[in-house]
């Protein structure tokens, strides 16, 4: 039976099991459905989405959205795709087009993984000393955690008005199941080599040795980011240590700390891009597949999987395994990942 034949009786059924009346089937009603693809098709390539003409220079847009993590957003007719490969994609082809001028990076994240952030903000240090094109960063509703780490590698650092901002910490979650598990008689018994190889697991709570050696990771790279700021914030004040101890601010709070350059909009960071670039017109476009709508400069690729609004429901703990473990996010909900920070 073809899938949209077989959807029809699904719902037909369904539709008379709430109606509890007999049913019979009409071949001549259609009942149909589309569902989203499963993956993303060929490889990202420049859409127009305003400003110029096709043959001016290009200001590329590079949009960079929700929670940060290096694997592949899997499950029911996935639509996600994987960040940190995805964004390298995107400045790769950007760099093989002598046409695009200047970019800009769209960030609206929490942040992510230690690794995936630091991956990501190393690849936009490599596509700048490749490209030798100016990199204008712009914040939208958050740019927390990873995502300000990563936008510490762009020329200028831009925010909205009521942009989120900072959220320079680590954070890991851990949880302690072990009462949990008693209400179901579940018991936990490892067979293990090696006295904490199973640190930070939830059936037990970590020893205080354990906790103190979790906490000089964090501390770790708490002290990189830290650094990366440093590097790159020159108008921040040093002497302000809490400023970078994961607390966020307000867009004109983060200006006057010198965390950002400037407070504008999308438009103003495109604008500030062309200007650096040197261009009296450019075309604005966005770097997304085929089969990724994009008509406006604020289009999104989303890398959240549809099955997470079908079962939204996340307890925290049983889905660590989904996490990656050390985390520059903003995280003010344990289940955040869940829902690709949205």
Not at 9 to 15: E, S
Not at 131 to 158: S, T
Not at 217 to 241: L, N, W
Request: with cysteine; aromatic share 6%; hydrophobic share 45%.
């Amino acid at each position: 039976m073809p899938p949209r034949a077989a959807l029809s009786l699904i719902l037909l059924c369904c539709l008379a099991g709430c109606s509890g009346k007999p049913f019979r089937v009409i071949t001549e009603a259609k009942v149909s459905a589309t569902m989203p693809p499963v993956s993303q098709s060929g490889p990202v390539r420049s859409m127009h989405v305003g400003g110029g003409s096709c043959s001016d220079p290009k200001v590329a847009i590079i949009d960079v959205d929700g929670v940060l993590l290096n694997m592949d957003m899997t499950g029911l007719y996935s639509l996600g795709e994987n960040p940190v490969a995805l964004f390298r994609e995107r400045l790769e082809a950007a760099a093989r087009d002598p046409s695009v001028r200047a970019i800009v990076l769209r960030i609206n994240s929490p942040g992510g993984g230690v690794t995936a952030s630091d991956i990501m903000w190393q690849d936009l240090h490599r596509f700048k000393a490749r490209a030798r094109v100016p990199v204008v960063a712009c914040f939208m509703d958050v740019g927390a955690g990873g995502a300000y780490y990563l936008a510490m590698a762009a020329d200028v650092v831009m925010a909205h008005p009521t942009t989120v901002v900072g959220g320079v910490g680590v954070i890991l979650n851990l949880y302690n199941l072990q009462d949990a598990m008693a209400q179901f008689n579940v018991i936990g018994i490892p067979i293990k080599a090696g006295e904490n190889i199973d640190i930070g697991t939830p059936i037990v709570p970590p020893t205080p040795e354990q906790q103190q050696l979790l906490q000089d990771m964090a501390g770790e790279f708490h002290a990189r980011f830290q650094q990366i700021v440093a590097e790159s914030r020159t108008r921040h004040d040093p002497a302000r240590v809490e400023d970078l101890d994961g607390r966020v601010f307000t867009a004109q709070q983060a200006l006057e700390r010198g965390l950002i350059d400037r407070v504008g909009y999308l438009d103003d960071a495109v604008e500030t891009a062309r200007q650096m670039a040197g261009l009296a017109r450019a075309q604005v476009v966005l770097l997304h597949r085929p089969d990724d709508r994009a008509r406006t400069p604020y289009a999104i690729t989303p890398n959240v999987p549809l099955q997470s609004g079908l079962f939204p429901i996340s307890v925290p703990g049983f889905d660590r395994a989904r996490l990656p473990t050390f985390l520059y996010l903003w995280q003010p909900e344990p289940t955040l990942e869940k829902m690709g920070g949205r």
